[in-house]
Nanobody
Framework: QVQLVESGGGLVQAGGSLRLSCAAS????????MGWFRQAPGKEREFVTA????????YYADSVKGRFTISRDTAKNTVYLRMNSLKPEDTAVYYC?????????????????WGQGTQVTVSS
């Protein structure tokens, strides 16, 4: 059974920074692409970023490119999301997910395991 546990969310002022962590259980963590998604109130869950199993390839939504950085530490079974220059529109619940099947990095359907989410609130 795979479990993903996010942490690091909180309240921050616009322009500030946060680092989210996603700790994964299971010895096969290093074989999978991992992604971060977010969901704001009243909106659909949307892609934020993803990182390949090797860490060699990363993918970002246009809205966060240049501000957010995804990384992974295979030894710790953890994926990180560094968020800089935060904006009020970044306010959402952030979820990490494991990409268990083929398909676009940007779509929800290829991701088979999800964390419970961590709230990020950016005040203006």
């Amino acid at each position: 059974q795979v479990q993903l546990v996010e942490s690091g969310g909180g309240l921050v002022q616009a322009g500030g920074s946060l680092r989210l962590s996603c700790a994964a259980s299971g010895r096969t963590f290093s074989r999978y692409t991992m992604g971060w998604f977010r969901q704001a109130p009243g909106k659909e869950r949307e892609f934020v970023t993803a990182i390949s199993w090797s860490g060699g390839n990363t993918y970002y939504a246009d809205s966060v490119k240049g501000r957010f950085t995804i990384s992974r530490d295979t030894a710790k079974n953890t994926v990180y999301l560094r968020m800089n220059s935060l904006k009020p529109e970044d306010t959402a619940v952030y979820y990490c997910a494991r990409k268990g099947s083929s398909g676009s990095y940007y779509h929800l359907s290829p991701y088979d395991y999800w964390g419970q989410g961590t709230q990020v609130t950016v005040s203006s």
